[in-house]
């Protein structure tokens, strides 16, 4: 389980609060990116990042921030703006493209309560 | 807009029967295909991935067929076994905005192999 690792794997937020979501790659790829997981939606990207200082926003941005400040780190912030923010977040790197191999993290699941 | 549709949802099977996942995409300027299985609790991960240049690619139990004219590829298991039952993913590379290829993900199926 190497490569791409995602923290916390279980992650529990009050209404109202920012969390901030770690993804870290030691696999030296350029591209970065967050899916969302719903069931019945399959994965819906939020953001992406082709290289460092540089990103995009995906079909979901809306109420997510992110940063790619270093290669390996690509952090999301899930605002109180989200307003469905309960979900499964994954995050993934590919070498170059999106025609390329994505190589995925563990994931983390996120909890409004 | 930009979207990939895949189907069957569910597909239940007994064991070493084969199983076809379909999926169709909407832009013709597509040109990666790739399919993923995600077993329950765990990460996505390839299993086999396809490119326009190609109409069929097969790698031991798993093979991946592409019809460019009418925009649809399809995922053949044969000989299913238990540890087959995960939930699948198709996709296909699309152009963003600033002209990144990105990939567009289909809903999954999720396949199910009884012994």
């Known amino acids: 389980d190497g490569g791409i690792t995602q923290s916390p794997k279980y992650l529990f937020r009050k209404e109202g609060q920012n969390v901030t979501l770690s993804c870290e790659q030691n696999l030296n790829h350029d591209a970065m990116y967050w899916y969302r997981q719903d069931p019945g939606q399959g994965l819906r990207l939020i953001y992406y990042s082709q290289i460092v200082n540089d990103f995009q926003k995906g079909d979901i941005a809306e109420g997510y921030s992110v940063s790619r400040e270093k290669k390996e780190s690509f952090p999301l912030t899930v605002t109180s703006a989200q307003k469905n923010p309960t979900a499964f977040y994954l995050c993934?790197?590919?070498?170059?493209?999106?025609?390329?191999?994505?190589?995925f993290g563990q994931g983390t699941r996120l909890t409004v309560v | 807009g930009e979207n990939v549709e895949q189907h069957p949802s569910t597909l239940s099977v007994q064991e070493g029967d084969s199983a076809v996942i379909k999926c169709t995409y909407s832009?013709?300027?597509?040109?990666?295909f790739p399919w993923y299985k995600q077993e329950l609790g765990k990460r996505p991960q390839l299993i086999i991935d396809?490119?326009?240049?190609?109409g069929e690619k097969k790698d031991q139990r798993i093979a991946v067929t592409l019809n460019k004219t009418a925009k649809h590829f399809s995922l053949h298991i044969t000989e299913t076994q238990p540890e087959d039952s995960a939930v699948y993913f198709c996709a296909a590379s699309m152009e963003g905005n600033t002209g990144f290829q990105k990939l567009v993900f289909g809903t999954g199926t999720r396949l199910l192999v009884s012994p």
């Open positions: 832009d013709s300027a597509s040109n990666y």
């Open positions: 396809i490119r326009s240049n190609v």
């Open positions: 993934a790197s590919s070498a170059g493209t999106g025609e390329t191999e994505a190589f």
